[in-house]
């Protein structure tokens, strides 16, 4: 059973708002960081997710479509990080993987930047920042859509 099976039927999958350290977000908004790296990923399918800026930014910066998602080792992980401008050094990436035999890279593509960030009461009745990500619900998802159309 799936929380939003309109974006589940949907050949994209569902949308996140994924909580992102402001360095690596700005990484993404720049076009020079093309992968996102987890630990864990969402259980359904996702096909777009909102960049949020973690504290000190505390907005959400960009919409993003997702490639892939690609698990692998630690290893491949690093080569993948490398070739896509993953934003980490080899020991930070290890670090971050300590005591996980695999992760995950989230392949990004068509990523549109705000021109200004928008903060997150704009979208939602009551905000409180994701530990990791939250799906998004259809009207959230057009509001954010709506905010990145020219005025």
Do not use: C
């Amino acid at each position: 059973m799936t929380l939003f099976p309109e974006f589940s039927d949907s050949q994209n999958g569902s949308a996140i708002l994924l909580s992102v350290k402001p360095k690596f977000a700005s990484l993404i908004a720049e076009g020079s960081k093309l992968v996102e790296l987890r630990r864990t990923v969402p259980a359904q399918t996702v096909g777009t997710i909102a960049i949020y800026s973690s504290a000190p930014v505390q907005a959400i910066v960009a919409l993003a479509d997702v490639k892939e998602t690609i698990e692998a080792s630690p290893a491949k992980l690093w080569s993948i990080a490398k070739d896509n401008g993953g934003g980490l050094s080899r020991a930070e990436l290890i670090a971050y993987f300590d005591s996980k035999k695999t992760g995950f890279a989230i392949m990004l593509h068509n990523v549109r930047v705000y021109s200004k960030p928008i903060g997150p009461e704009k979208i939602f009745k009551s905000f409180s920042a994701p530990q990791s990500f939250r799906y998004l619900t259809p009207k959230e998802l057009k509001k954010l859509e709506k905010l990145l159309a020219p005025a």
